[in-house]
T-cell receptor
């Protein structure tokens, strides 16, 4: 079975500052990794995903994440945040084979302060 | 990109009544759909997995007779909350997947309030 740990439940950051949202996972098999963003009362929007290949993945809205297999991490970063980035961010994982659902972390609330 | 439409966006119903939530893949055929439940300020909890034409596979602790899932076509899955009670109030989200090795696309969610 897989599990995801998002180490920070809340991250406040000033506008235009950099941010890193941490995600660690546990799995005995190879996995695909995802980051999703959720705005209030809305579904989830995919920010980026790691399936294979380059460990540095670039996504939408200026976000990027780096897959580190040895540390079983997939931290999300943005060099300069905007007020509009205020939202809930979820890290998710699933095995790279088989038709299995995503397993989500508990989420990190990013609050961007003007 | 792939679009998943969920309807209604919000619904209020009386205790004891049933509510149906629809999840449609608008521009692709979804072989698999997932239903999640999300409590305030919490993560998504998988309720069930449904494959077109098959019975849904429910997660442990989810009542099959209470949360009826139908996936009759490759573009539509429905979740019916039967005999709803206030404790069923929650945010329900569906997601749909085309092939085994792609990400799932999410609907916008349904806020259910049972009074």
């Amino acid at each position: 079975a897989q599990s995801v740990t998002q180490l920070d439940s809340q991250v406040p950051v000033f506008e235009e500052a950099p941010v890193e949202l941490r995600c660690n996972y546990s799995s005995s098999v190879s996995v695909y990794l995802f980051w999703y963003v959720q705005y209030p009362n809305q579904g989830l929007q995919l920010l980026l995903k790691y399936l294979s290949g380059s460990t540095l993945v670039k996504g939408i809205n200026g976000f990027e994440a780096e897959f580190n297999k040895s540390q079983t991490s997939f931290h999300l970063r943005k060099p300069s945040v905007h007020i509009s980035d205020t939202a809930e961010y979820f890290c998710a994982v699933r095995p790279s084979s088989g038709n299995t659902p995503l397993v989500f972390g508990k989420g990190t609330r990013l609050s961007v302060i003007a | 990109g792939a679009v998943v439409s969920q309807h209604p966006s919000w619904v209020i119903c009386k205790s004891g009544t049933s509510v149906k939530i629809e999840c449609r893949s608008l521009d692709f055929q979804a072989t698999t759909m997932f239903w999640y439940r999300q409590f305030p300020k919490q993560s998504l909890m998988l309720m069930a997995t449904s494959n077109e034409g098959s019975k849904a596979t429910y997660e442990q602790g989810v009542e099959k007779d209470k949360f009826l899932i139908n996936h009759a076509s490759l573009t539509l899955s429905t979740l019916t909350v039967t005999s709803a009670h206030p404790e069923d109030s929650s945010f329900y989200i569906c997601s749909a997947r085309v092939l085994v090795n792609t990400e799932a696309f999410f609907g916008q969610g349904t806020r259910l309030t049972v009074v």
